[in-house]
């Protein structure tokens, strides 16, 4: 298991990856990790590039959703779909929210992100959900979130950017990263005709081989 220590450290990495390689812009993105039965998330409104170990907040994650924190700077705004997921989610020991250009362009369409290429199987099932719209930082917002999740590791955000999870820091930026290289993609598709979609099946038989890929 990741210590505290280490991962304080990796979410500050992730975020300085994340926009460096164009997911987000600014500080709108955020990202957690449990440890154990606390929640380490990326402080509010803080430049990525003068985050520092201890800024980094920390979260009861047994309890019910207070909001109770510890740390210097309180918690992204974010922190509640975070905070849900990390929750009822044992699957999942990292979240990464971010606003990059094509699944942000395609969640103000209120669209899902169909089976137009194989590897949307990496995300668990036929296509990427997209949540209705709420304000963000909401309770309504963490609840639809968890809802566009289910069965899934990522989902997009009306009006807003997209949400991504995984087993730990470097899979759930893999994901990140894939999910929307295949917005792009699949815009870039759209713009050419009209795009084929995989049948239930055939990501069916894609998800088998994932299992036996390792």
């Known amino acids: 298991m990741t210590s505290e220590k280490q ?9 300085l990856k ?3 390689i164009g ?7 955020n990202v957690s990790v449990r440890v154990r039965e606390r929640m380490l998330i990326s402080p509010s409104a803080a430049p990525y590039d003068r985050l520092r170990p201890e ?3 920390s ?60 590897m949307i199987a990496a995300f668990g099932g036929t296509d990427v959900r997209c949540a209705g719209y709420h304000t963000f930082g909401t309770a309504e917002l963490a609840e639809v979130a968890v809802e566009a999740m289910r ?18 820091i470097d899979q759930a930026m893999w994901r990140a990263v ?7 993609q699949y815009s870039l598709a759209r ?11 055939q990501v069916g038989q894609t998800l088998k081989a994932f299992q036996e890929y390792g």
């Open 59 to 118: 979260v009861d994650l047994a309890g019910a959703m207070t909001g109770e924190w510890e740390g210097p700077v309180k918690p992204s705004t974010e922190w509640r779909f975070h905070w849900l997921l990390l929750k009822e989610r044992p699957d999942l020991t990292a979240i990464i929210h971010a606003h990059p250009p094509y699944c942000t362009a395609l969640a103000i369409l209120r669209e899902p992100i169909p089976a137009c290429h194989y």
């Open 151 to 168: 069965d899934r590791t990522a989902c997009l955000l009306a009006n807003h950017g997209m949400i991504v999870g995984g087993t730990g």
């Open 191 to 201: 713009q050419l005709g009209d795009p084929a979609i995989l049948s239930d099946d």
């Open 7 to 15: 991962a304080r450290k990796d979410i500050i990495d992730a975020c």
């Open 55 to 57: 800024m980094i907040a």
């Open 23 to 29: 997911l987000n812009q600014g500080t709108s993105g």
């Open 18 to 20: 994340m926009n460096a």
């Open 178 to 184: 894939e999910l929307e290289a295949i917005a792009r």
